[in-house]
């Protein structure tokens, strides 16, 4: 029997109920319970690929194609499940399929309504396409009283209804803030929170309270009584160190016990063993190394989401701390060489990550070249790649106007936009009149690594499979040119026409990939290309 259990937020945004989700699916996990997790989106994007970075954090994406919310990379971190297009909806996805099922008359003419056809849209969503799990993990995006997410709320408001609480888990993610003027941490903004949702028709079985001090127990008897929930359910999320201890907290403050408790389940204690060897790792490294992310969206770093977490398990893996340095690209355009030098001067690695359109490119070409000359550790993903691409072509095969058609249209185009290529046993076709929502490259693809190159060697495997989002492709009829100037194509697609990855023999650590290797990377199992990295970044940090 599957059981449900709904994650909602309350009081203030970014509580953490993405990460709480996971940490809660790992502690499941580790009681030997299989799981799956879900995001519902309350925005009217159909998925989050056209979104601004910025705005809203990385895209990330799954092995079978969808531009999800950045949470399914907590899911996927914490459980080593692999999510799927059936584990983020959108409310612009559930219109739209609502919208084309009236326009197909497959409501024989009824009149289309938020209740029922848009929460039973929603229900399907959250029950379909599931294999059996021992629970299923929902997280409600936005905070209870936002309007967006009121069908969601009234979605698995009937569920409950429909499966009872043997089936059911509402757990209710909230602030008890800490009023400095009255020393005192407050309990009515999450009394005010839950009425919310008990107005909604919801009653949370379990609370699960955010606050940077200690809760004494008559602290939580008090939102007990007033929040309808029992004292023990009552849950403290203290802040941590990092963010792999939380399985460890949660489990320490009793909260999968809670859960088991409430679905009657007489489950054996978690094994953590494998969190707490994290967080030891973490907390107590042999070294430390900086390095640099040279980007265009240094302005929220939940842009760099993924990448962040996968540099850190670079270092779980060398057992090193991983100190960031966020740079914009653009510093290197409008600043001269000695000044930006002077952000490179404790760098031990330089990292150039993905991204879209012609702002900060050219700085970008310059970091590569810093990090080529001055024999940094480099690696290039994505946009990255293209980029240490055209840098070499410029610099060292004689092609000063070598760019991209992205940029606009060029005399030499060593990186365009792909028009046609293979996806399992179908062929994709795309062109500039395409809209840009989920028209890329996008999910998991094979790749062939070259015998004797370094990657082979990073990989230890003659064919790896990584995921892609891209619209744009470096040109493999430039092989030899590159080559010619050091730099090698030591990873391409079966069929071999499209390159991805591209390394410089000449360098101590110079490997670029067309691919976004930070997706696939875990705490309990580093992506081999970041332990690479960084283990080459701390080698050149050690003799700075």
């Not at 050091?486 to 991805?500: F, Q, R, T």
């Amino acid at each position: 029997m599957t059981r449900f259990i709904f994650i909602t937020g309350g009081v203030v945004s970014s509580l953490g109920k993405g990460l709480g989700s996971a940490a809660l699916a790992a502690l499941l996990q580790a009681r030997g319970y299989s799981v799956r997790l879900r995001k519902l989106d309350p925005y009217l994007n159909v998925d989050p690929g056209t979104m601004s970075p910025t705005q809203h954090g990385e895209v990330f994406v799954t092995d079978d194609g969808a531009e999800t919310d950045l949470d399914l990379g907590h899911y996927e971190r914490f459980t080593g499940v692999h999510t799927r297009k059936t584990d983020n909806v959108t409310t612009g996805r559930i219109y739209s399929d609502v919208l084309a099922r009236e326009r197909r008359g497959d409501y024989l003419g009824a009149t289309i309504q938020v209740i029922p056809h848009v929460t039973d849209a929603i229900k399907a969503f959250v029950r379909n396409d599931l294999s059996g799990e021992d629970f299923v993990l929902c997280e409600i995006g936005g905070t209870v009283g936002d309007i967006e997410s009121l069908p969601f709320l009234e979605a698995i408001r009937q569920i409950g209804n429909e499966l009872g609480r043997s089936q059911v888990c509402f757990i209710h993610v909230t602030l008890i803030p800490y009023i400095k003027a009255a020393g005192e941490l407050k309990t009515k903004p999450t009394q005010h929170s839950v009425k919310e949702l008990q107005s909604l028709g919801i009653q949370p079985d379990i609370l699960l309270c955010r606050t940077e001090y200690h809760l004494e127990r008559e602290q939580r008897d008090k939102i007990g009584l007033f929040c309808n929930v029992r004292s023990d359910d009552v849950i403290l999320a203290s802040d941590v160190n990092n963010i792999y201890e939380v399985p460890v907290a949660y489990h320490n403050e009793g909260l999968d016990t809670q859960v088991c408790a409430h679905f009657g389940l007489n489950s054996p204690k978690p094994d953590l063993a494998r969190w707490r060897e994290i967080s030891q790792s973490v907390a107590s490294p042999e070294g430390e190394v900086t390095i640099a992310i040279v980007g265009k969206y240094t302005s929220l770093k939940d842009s760099y989401k993924s990448l962040s977490e996968a540099l850190a398990h670079g270092g779980i893996a060398n057992r090193v701390r991983v100190n960031l340095t966020f740079l914009n690209s653009e510093l290197f355009e409008h600043e001269d060489e000695t000044s930006y030098l002077h952000h490179l001067e404790d760098v031990g690695g330089i990292l150039v990550p993905g991204g879209f359109g012609l702002r900060g490119a050219e700085g970008k070409i310059e970091a590569i070249r810093i990090a080529r000359e001055h024999k940094i550790p480099y690696l290039g993903i994505c946009f990255g790649m293209q980029m240490a691409v055209l840098e070499t072509a410029r610099a060292l095969a004689g092609m000063d106007k070598a760019s991209s058609t992205e940029f606009g249209p060029c005399d030499d185009a060593l990186v365009g936009l792909m028009t046609e290529w293979t996806a399992g046993n179908k062929v994709q076709t795309r062109s500039d009149g395409d809209d840009l929502g989920g028209t890329m490259r996008l999910g998991a693809y094979d790749c062939v690594l070259e015998e004797g190159s370094l990657v082979r060697s990073i990989y230890d495997a003659e064919q790896i499979q990584e995921r892609h989002r891209h619209r744009y492709e470096v040109n493999v009829a430039y092989r030899d040119t590159l080559k010619n100037a050091g730099m090698v194509m030591s990873g391409v697609s079966p069929d071999g026409a499209l390159p991805e990855i591209v390394e410089r023999p000449d360098h101590p650590w110079f490997v670029a990939v067309q691919f976004h290797p930070e997706l696939k990377s875990k705490p309990f199992e580093p992506h081999p290309l970041f332990t690479g990295f960084v283990s080459a970044a701390y080698k050149k940090a050690t003799l700075l």
